[in-house]
């Protein structure tokens, strides 16, 4: 079986700062890793995804974030946010392979603040 | 083309109603999926549909029946729902494959049952 838990359901930074978002993982097998930002009222939006090929994973929006096995995390960074990364971003994991049965943590809601 | 459309974006239904929320994708896609979401808390899955067979549900009840009449198309008809079936309702979907594919979400449907 799969999870993510992701840490902190509200987070608020300054625009300008450093946005860092938590996101751990459990699984029996490889993962793949993906971070979905949801605007209000909208559907879900790819930020990036790990699927092994490499560590560190750069997505839309200057978002990034590294797998580490050791610590089973992958959690998502953004050097210096701005007002419209104000949303809810949602970790999500899955084993791969046939159609995906996608597992997603409760969500962190960020907040950025002029 | 990147997109998956749902119509209608907003319904509102009494609970004797019948009502069908479509989806559609042009990616070229084997996979399509139903998701609800309530306020405040992740995507939940309801249904996967893999080459237009149903190959998931996540034992939601019956008033609810998904229909997938080609590879682009996606259904969901909806009988004597009740209040607590009010929520987001999301179409997503995505290849079908050894690797893991991201899946592509719709703008979604707020349904409001009265």
């Known amino acids: 079986a799969q999870s993510v838990t992701q840490l902190g359901s509200h987070v608020s930074v300054s625009e300008g700062a450093l946005v860092l978002l938590r996101c751990n993982y459990s699984?029996?097998?490889?993962?793949?890793l993906f971070w979905y930002v949801q605007y209000p009222n909208q559907g879900l939006q790819l930020l990036l995804k790990?699927?092994?090929?490499?560590?560190l994973v750069k997505g839309i929006n200057g978002f990034e974030a590294e797998f580490k096995k050791s610590e089973t995390s992958f959690h998502l960074t953004k050097p210096s946010a701005h007002m419209s990364d104000a949303a809810e971003y949602f970790c999500a994991v899955t084993k791969g392979g046939g159609y995906q049965k996608v597992t997603f943590g409760t969500g962190t809601k960020l907040q950025v603040i002029p | 083309d990147t997109e998956v459309t749902q119509t209608p974006k907003h319904l509102v239904m009494g609970m004797t109603n019948k009502k069908s929320l479509k989806c559609e994708q042009h990616m070229g896609h084997r996979a399509m999926y139903w998701y609800k979401q309530k306020a405040k808390k992740p995507p939940e899955l309801m249904f996967v549909?893999?080459?237009?067979?149903?190959?998931i549900n996540e034992s939601v009840p019956s008033r609810f029946s998904p229909e997938c009449p080609n590879s682009s198309l996606l259904n969901l008809h909806l009988h004597a729902l009740q209040p607590e079936d009010s929520a987001l309702y999301l179409c997503?979907?995505?290849?079908?494959?050894?690797?893991?594919?991201?899946?592509?979400f719709g703008p979604g449907t707020r349904l409001t049952v009265t």
């Open positions: 549909y893999s080459y237009e067979k149903l190959s």
């Open positions: 790990y699927t092994s090929a490499a560590t």
């Open positions: 699984s029996s097998v490889p993962p793949y």
């Open positions: 997503a979907s995505s290849q079908v494959g050894t690797e893991s594919y991201e899946q592509y």
